[in-house]
């Protein structure tokens, strides 16, 4: 439906779970798409199956800034440029605030956010200069609701919705649009682990009555990416089936 020929991307968290199967469905719908992440085996599978050499693998640990800061030159020279980011990666050290460590906090902060800050401030002077650019960020709503004992990622997740909502308004005149998507339970190999209990529990929440697919999530992202949604900026898309209705 929403065709991204000719348009370049980097996807970071390509390795698995939702950021393989966003890498996945924009290379579907045409785009040239750079596969960032820190499983190079994993990697290489998606790129296989997205065709191969059209889609370059760039492996990154985002902890790490002289890695950070060479993985917008390295995806622009791979592919002649960037029309689109997409911030996907993340981590949880999940703890109770009082027993929160200082490593802790500041490991999730440097990937969640400090990381994506970088990355897309990047991106910018190239987006600017060819007056087109769309730059996606995977929040979460635990980043909009909270949630007991993630208070770093929760603190990550709220600073991408802020940071977009800050730039998109600085880059709005330049035909870039900045935008977040948050994801509610999105079935994973984690939750393949919860007992009918536990399912129970977490579906009582969401009043479509099931977890949502890592599918659902790369749909939107292909959307924001695409000419159809170049009016919306600034916005959080949110993908919860009902859990959180703002």
Request: net charge neutral; with cysteine.
């Amino acid at each position: 439906m929403f065709d991204l020929t000719g348009k370049r991307a980097l996807v970071t968290g390509a390795s698995g779970g939702i950021g393989r199967e966003i890498a996945r469905a924009l290379g579907k719908a045409g785009a040239r798409v750079a596969l960032s992440g820190t499983r190079v085996a994993a990697l290489e599978d998606t790129a296989r199956e997205m065709g191969g050499g059209e889609h370059p693998i760039l492996p990154c640990n985002l902890g790490n800034q002289d890695e950070v800061d060479k993985l917008v030159p390295s995806a622009e020279s791979a592919l002649g440029g960037l029309d689109i980011l997409v911030n996907n990666a993340g981590m949880t050290r999940d703890n109770l605030f009082m027993r929160m460590k200082n490593e802790e906090w500041d490991e999730v902060l440097a990937v969640n956010l400090t990381a994506a800050f970088h990355l897309t401030r990047a991106v910018l002077r190239g987006m600017m200069k060819q007056r087109y650019g769309r730059i996606i960020s995977i929040t979460s709503v635990v980043g909009v609701a909270g949630n007991a004992g993630q208070g770093n990622y929760a603190a990550s997740k709220a600073g991408l919705i802020g940071m977009s909502k800050s730039l998109a308004q600085e880059v709005a005149s330049r035909n870039i649009t900045v935008n977040t998507i948050a994801p509610g339970f999105i079935a994973s190999a984690m939750t393949d682990e919860l007992n009918d209990k536990q399912r129970e529990t977490i579906l009582q929440k969401v009043p479509a009555g099931r977890l949502g697919t890592a599918d659902e999530v790369a749909a939107c992202t292909v959307f924001l990416a695409s000419a159809e949604a170049g009016y919306i900026t600034g916005h959080t898309l949110n993908v919860n089936g009902g859990m959180l209705m703002i």
